[in-house]
């Protein structure tokens, strides 16, 4: 597998994400599910959404690049009763690693084996996402990587896919007519991103505000989370875009 540089890997995440939330229609989310799966390395990619839509009753949001046979042949075992990522998955909030999960039971061991067989990979991680609203998805990610590799992969994909599995739920919770609430910031975290765009580092930031270098960097931290930003550009411009940094006392 060809390891590139951290500042290349997070350009990538950077555009990913940008283009999860210029998404304009549901159309689009299949070859953005593509890019994925190139730029990973990716067996597959699927999105799980419950609560997602704007009408009450609707069955889970289902988004795929497994086969229509996979996919066909998973309904008709009702493998969703006794799927561990699932079932698990959609009820707690770290990560899943399929090497982890326990597979004592029959129907559970079925389940991955045939799994493979359709073609998705020797492992998998499962990344939950819960919604303020009581919406829920599950992000399900697999891979063919060797023993060595996975061992390197698998910290890098929970890194990167924690915030593509957060954004991806935004962007189709806005498709499909959810409102998605703007994030608060404190007029601390605004000034410190203000200046940020302006070019300056958090030393320099911390100088013109008064405050320690460790403080701003807090400020900044607190200010990427709330966003959903991989980085300081990307809370900068997602700041941006919705009027956030004109909102100074």
């Known amino acids: 597998m060809n390891r590139r540089d951290r500042n290349s890997d997070d350009l990538e995440l950077f555009e990913?994400?940008?283009?999860?939330?210029?998404?304009t229609d549901?159309?689009?989310?299949?070859?953005?599910?593509?890019?994925?799966?190139?730029?990973?390395?990716?067996?597959t990619v699927a999105y799980l959404g419950s609560g997602v839509t704007a009408q009450p009753g609707q069955s889970p949001y289902l988004a795929v690049t497994y086969s229509n046979e996979w996919?066909?042949?998973y309904k008709a075992q009702r493998f969703v009763d006794i799927d561990p990522t699932v079932q698990i998955g959609m009820r707690r909030?770290?990560?899943?690693?399929?090497?982890?999960?326990?597979?004592?039971d029959e129907d559970v061991r079925r389940l991955f084996g045939?799994?493979?067989?359709?073609?998705?990979?020797?492992?998998?991680?499962?990344?939950?996402?819960?919604?303020?609203?009581?919406?829920?998805?599950?992000?399900?990610?697999?891979?063919?990587?060797s023993d060595r590799d996975w061992r390197y992969l698998r910290l890098h994909y929970m890194r990167d896919f924690q915030m593509l599995a957060l954004h991806m739920h935004q962007a189709i919770l806005r498709l499909e007519g959810k409102t998605v609430e703007q994030a608060r910031l404190s007029p601390r975290e605004r000034e410190c991103l203000l200046w940020v765009a302006e070019g300056k580092t958090a030393w320099e930031t911390a100088v013109i505000l008064g405050l320690s270098?460790?403080?701003?960097?807090?400020?900044l931290e607190s200010a990427r989370h709330?966003?959903?930003?991989?980085?300081?550009?990307h809370a900068v411009n997602k700041a941006g875009k919705v009027g956030l940094l004109t909102q100074l006392p």
């Open 114 to 145: 045939e799994a493979k067989e359709f073609g998705l990979g020797r492992r998998g991680i499962s990344l939950p996402v819960h919604g303020q609203h009581g919406d829920r998805a599950l992000v399900s990610i697999t891979s063919d990587a």
């Open 71 to 73: 996919v066909d042949h």
């Open 226 to 233: 709330k966003l959903g930003a991989a980085n300081n550009t």
């Open 93 to 104: 909030m770290l990560p899943i690693d399929w090497d982890e999960l326990d597979r004592a």
């Open 16 to 23: 990913l994400l940008e283009k999860l939330g210029e998404l």
């Open 213 to 219: 270098e460790h403080t701003v960097r807090c400020y």
């Open 26 to 43: 549901a159309t689009g989310i299949p070859e953005l599910l593509g890019r994925l799966l190139d730029i990973y390395g990716l067996k």
